[in-house]
Every structure is written in C-alpha cells, then in structure tokens.
C-alpha cells in the first residue's frame, strides 16, 4: 500500500484548485445519486465530462444534445459552485423546466460545496431552494424555472439550461438572456 502525503500549504491548494475547475471537482466533488445503498460517491472525472468542461471554456455558447445518466448536470451543477465561489462577482443562472427541478441543480451544487475541505469552503450567504451567495466574492446562482419571463432583466457570467428540450418557454428564455451573455 502506499500513502500519499501532501506537503501543498492550505492557501496554494485554494488557489490552484480556484484556479482550474476539473481538477477541484476530481479533488472534492461528490455526488449523491449512485446505485441504490451506495450513498455519497466521488464525482467520476470520465473523459467526455473533460471535452464537455473543455468546449464550455472554449465558446461562450455550447448546445449539447446528451443522453441521460452521463454525469453532465453534475458537471454543470458543479461548475455553478466553482464560477460562484471563486469569481469575483459571478452572476450564475440555473434554467430547468420546473421549479422543482432548479430547486434540484441547486441541491446538486450545494452537495458539492459541502463536500469541500474547511479551507476551500467560501461561507454561504443567503442560502436557499432556488439561490445561493457567496457574500466574500460578491456572487450568487440563482435557479429559474422556465416560465415565459424567467431571465428578464437578469444579468449573468455563466447560463446553464438544462435539458433545454422540456423548456416550454426556451425561446423567450433564450431571448430574455442573450444580451447579458452576449456582453460577456
């Protein structure tokens, strides 16, 4: 067996893990929708979630048509907790067809912040179902159902709808966001 120590001092971890969201959600991220009777399980850094992260820095607009069970509202939930956390100012949107299932992409977000080690944890402010802040860096996420007018008058550094195809109102959505994206 061999036993791997770190020697890496608390502030450089923060910083280089602040600095590169793959390696933060590979060193901290947990999931908790395994197999039945598995409980909380390490977020699977699989190869297509790495394209997937990739092409996101890449473009400023990525559509991604998916199956289900592939791990990517996991990535996007966590990718939501890092943008917020370590980006001074973040303005991060969740969309989903309902209410429930924002409340949902919160809930994956926050499992994945609470997973984290005391000294990469940033205190939550205002913590609830459908927002969250992180006051030192001035950001928040806040998950939208997707009704007519949802994203009017939002500002935002990172958009994130998922399955976009259930979105009864994806164009007026679209729409509605685009000129804060488009700033970006």
Do not use: C
Not at 25 to 49: A, I, R, S, Y
Not at 103 to 131: N, V
């Amino acid at each position: 067996m061999t036993l791997l120590v770190s020697t890496e001092k608390p502030e450089a971890h923060f910083f280089r893990l602040a600095a590169n969201p793959w390696a933060w959600l590979q060193e901290v991220g947990m999931v908790n929708d395994p197999p039945p009777g598995v409980g909380m399980t390490k977020f699977q850094p699989w190869p297509h979630l790495l394209s997937v992260l990739l092409a996101i820095e890449r473009n400023d607009k990525l559509l991604i048509g998916k199956a289900r069970r592939l791990g990517l509202t996991w990535l996007l939930a966590g990718l939501g907790i890092h943008t917020a956390q370590y980006q001074e100012g973040a303005r991060v949107l969740y969309f989903s067809k309902g209410e429930m299932e924002a409340a949902e992409l919160i809930s994956r977000g926050r499992t994945m912040w609470q997973s984290q080690p005391p000294h990469l944890k940033l205190s939550l402010g205002r913590d609830g179902a459908t927002f969250l802040s992180f006051p030192a860096m001035g950001s928040t996420i806040k998950a939208l159902p997707a009704t007519e007018d949802a994203g009017r008058g939002e500002d935002a550094s990172l958009v994130i709808v998922d399955e976009a195809d259930y979105h009864p109102y994806a164009k007026e959505n679209y729409g509605a966001i685009k000129p804060a994206v488009d700033r970006q």
